[in-house]
């Protein structure tokens, strides 16, 4: 009896899951989802490598002005394909010694166009000077010098 049972009992449940599923509409959801953005590169570049062989190349800013402050301010930018500059976010600080040096991953050789802008602070309230564009390094150890003068 109990073989009867289990051999009757499972077809019927599985008969009644199959139904409901044909008949019920699939579940949608209550509002369409909204288009996501899309991503803009950053690029962010690579810390110069504290350890190990890492392959790269160098830009470095070339500074030949006769800049009054004792603090400048330098940023790296990028021109996106729509005609506007972004700072690169790892390549902006403190000039030091009379410019600065950005390390440069092989992945981003001969990419730009770039330009160097040098500022009195880090807020950026007075730009004094800017560079011509220029493109990153083509192979490695590389050092491409970035002239910025002094505006007249």
Known sequence: MEHIYKATVLP?????????????????????????????PT????????????????????????????????VVQW??????????????GYVDRGGSRWWVANDDFDTGPFRWLLYDNPEGHKLLSMSENFQLPTYENQVSIVNVWEEQ
């Open 79 to 92: 021109l996106d394909g729509e005609g506007h500059w972004h700072d690169v976010m790892g390549w902006r």
């Open 43 to 74: 690029m962010i570049p690579t810390p110069v490598p504290s350890h190990g062989i890492q392959k790269g190349a160098y830009i470095e800013m070339d500074r030949q002005d006769d800049f009054h402050a004792t603090e400048l301010w330098s």
């Open 12 to 40: 019927f449940f599985i008969a009644v899951f199959l139904g409901v599923t044909m008949i019920l509409p699939a579940a949608k959801p209550a509002q369409a989802l909204p288009p996501r953005p899309v991503p803009t």
